[in-house]
């Protein structure tokens, strides 16, 4: 048996991937702290002051985090044809098959995956929540961030209504992403065992393995 390589994903796609993962990373941590602080407050009297710095780290991580998503966005609009929403969604035949196909080979009663370059169609209708999700995230964070600015108060005021909505709903999306991420890691490494198509290596290389057609 023989494969051989397809350029899948481009540079521009695995750059957001991993802008995405080092900026919720830091997200995460920061923000727990700065929703509950594990050091002790007389430290905030000197010159250390880590709640400044964790909101600082942390609006820092937030404008990657919000970088990636308007190059993912971008992609969704000029990607090649495995990043672009066409690919993504159920809207053809041969995605609405995928879907269901892919279902079935999740729950073991399909023992055959469908050979696909690009995302499988649950992933990518998941991948557009997350993206969604991600939206929501932005905008209640920068509602948080500035207080004074009538642009981002008078948006977040017709989302989320207070700020102490905002905040509360900033923090419950921010467990949205830890699960996405648990499951989306154990998903890979699942598909790269059952799989033989390099889906780790090709989020490095962006190319595939196809098995090659004799």
Not at 40 to 54: F, N, R, S, Y
Not at 161 to 175: D, I, T
Not at 188 to 202: L, M, R, T, Y
Request: charged fraction near 15%; aromatic fraction near 16%.
């Amino acid at each position: 048996m023989s494969y051989e390589t397809i350029r899948v994903w481009g540079v521009l796609l695995r750059l957001y991937h991993w802008a995405l993962v080092i900026s919720i990373s830091a997200l995460a941590v920061t923000g727990l702290y700065i929703n509950s602080p594990w050091t002790g407050t007389t430290l905030e009297g000197v010159a250390a002051m880590p709640m400044l710095a964790m909101r600082n780290w942390h609006f820092l991580a937030a404008c990657l985090f919000s970088g990636a998503v308007l190059v993912r966005i971008y992609l969704l609009l000029f990607g090649n044809r495995y990043e672009r929403l066409g690919d993504l969604l159920p809207v053809t035949g041969r995605n609405l098959r995928n879907l269901f196909s892919t279902l079935l080979y999740y729950l073991y009663l399909n023992p055959n995956k469908e050979e696909r370059m690009g995302h499988n169609v649950l992933a990518g209708m998941t991948y557009l929540l997350t993206l969604l999700v991600a939206l929501f995230q932005v905008a209640s964070g920068f509602f948080l961030r500035y207080a004074e600015s009538a642009f981002w108060q008078g948006l977040g005021g017709a989302i989320f209504g207070s700020q102490q909505q905002a905040r509360f709903v900033h923090h419950l999306l921010m467990w949205y992403f830890l699960l996405f991420a648990l499951i989306h890691i154990y998903l890979v490494v699942w598909n790269e065992v059952k799989a033989p198509e390099g889906i780790i290596s090709s989020i490095f290389s962006g190319r595939k393995f196809k098995e090659r057609q004799h």
